[in-house]
Every structure is written in C-alpha cells, then in structure tokens.
T-cell receptor
Framework: NAGVMQNPRHLVRRRGQEARLRCSPM?????VYWYRQLPEEGLKFMVY????????ESGMPKERFSAEFPKEGPSILRIQQVVRGDSAAYFC????????????FGNGTRLTVT | DQQVKQNSPSLSVQEGRISILNCDYT??????FLWYKKYPAEGPTFLIS?????DKNEDGRFTVFLNKSAKHLSLHIVPSQPGDSAVYFC????????????FGKGTKLSVKP
C-alpha cells in the first residue's frame, strides 16, 4: 500500500505530556499538509511543509505546536504540554505539489488527552 | 468566518435515486473546488474536482456543477448506492497545491436500500 501512512492510529496522553504524530507521504509526493478535525467540524488546515521547509504555518497555534519534514524520514507533528482541547483527529495529506493536484489523506491519528 | 459552507448536515436518499449535495462559498478568489468522501475512522478520499473556468465535470456516477455567479457548487450522485453512505466534504482553494485547502463541515449521506 503506497498511500499516506500515519502512526500511531490512536494516541492517549495525559495533560502536560508530549504527543508526536508521524506521517509518511505517498511515494513520489514531496508536499505534506497537516489538518485537524474537531468533533462535528470540518478539517482545519494547520501547516504545509516541503522537505526541510515550512511553507505555510498560518493554521498552527502559536504555542506548543510544531511540525517538521526532515530530509530523511517522516513528517512529525509535535504537541507539547497537551491539554484536553487538543483531543481531535489529526490528518496528514500529501501531494505532488503540481497545480491543483489533489491532496491524498492518511487515516489519521486520534489523539485523546485525559 | 466560514468560507465554505455545507448547510445540510445530513441527507437521506433511496437507493437508485439521485443524491444532490450542496456547497456555498464566500471567497471569490477560490479557483478550484474538490469533493471528498469520508468513512468513519478513515481519512477523506478524493472524489472529483472542478476548476473555476468550468461549470461541470463528470466522472462516472459523480458530477459536480459550479455556478460562479451564485458562488455555489453541487455534487450529484446517480444512481445512489448504499456504499455511497458517508460524509461528503466540499473543499476549495486558490493558488492550487501551494495554498491551504478550506473545507466545509460536511454532509452525512445515508443511502437506504
């Protein structure tokens, strides 16, 4: 399966701990996007990255959240000192980056903060 | 401020009939629109898209119509099948893959046998 791979599928963290979410894009895709879905809501854009570069982080909360897409390895979304309000489904998507090429999504990581 | 709106949270249709899912947008800068389908516990799956220079795009049972003057688009599924039961998201962007994709809140479609 050469689709977008996210792990873990489920992650439980206590308040104050760190959460690390991983995403491997589809083969041949060099553009990665992170989205968050709260209950009863649509997907909200967080950040758009290319290898070693953050292109657009306008949807990222200013504190505690960070993202990277290193030269080697998966993209990581890191949430420090998690709070209950961070509980959500986090989806990663990838694309080739060519004009209007659709985003292909992974199956998400469900983060629960207790 | 919701730039992409799906005003019907749910829709129920009989198998074999047409399903029409609607979407409105407010940002006239949007130049490309996409529809995604989502099953529970899975990620959204790309269905069909349309450029703002077109008013219709068809792919098998799925057709998307765009009315730019009304800032409205719709997804038609005909004939509807029980396997089409899912949440459908309308999404829009400008700047293509270089921009961020703005999603509506989704419409849950139920197709009854």
């Amino acid at each position: 399966n050469a689709g977008v791979m996210q792990n873990p599928r489920h992650l439980v963290r206590r308040r104050g701990q760190e959460a690390r979410l991983r995403c491997s894009p589809m083969k041949g895709h060099s553009h990665v996007y992170w989205y968050r879905q709260l209950p009863e809501e649509g997907l909200k854009f967080m950040v758009y990255l290319q290898k070693e570069n953050i292109i657009d982080e306008s949807g990222m909360p200013k504190e505690r959240f960070s993202a990277e897409f290193p030269k080697e390895g998966p993209s990581i979304l890191r949430i420090q000192q998690v709070v209950r309000g961070d509980s959500a489904a986090y989806f990663c998507a990838s694309s080739t980056g060519t004009d209007n090429s659709p985003l292909h999504f992974g199956n998400g990581t469900r983060l629960t903060v207790t | 401020d919701q730039q992409v709106k799906q005003n019907s949270p749910s829709l129920s249709v009989q198998e074999g009939r047409i399903s029409i899912l609607n979407c409105d947008y407010t940002n006239s800068m949007f130049d490309y629109f996409l529809w995604y389908k989502k099953y529970p516990a899975e990620g959204p799956t790309f269905l069909i898209s349309i450029s703002s220079i077109k008013d219709k795009n068809e792919d098998g049972r799925f057709t998307v119509f765009l009315n730019k003057s009304a800032k409205h688009l719709s997804l038609h599924i005909v004939p509807s099948q029980p396997g089409d039961s899912a949440v459908y998201f309308c999404a829009a962007w400008y700047g293509g893959s270089q921009g961020n994709l703005i999603f509506g809140k989704g419409t849950k479609l139920s197709v009854k046998p």
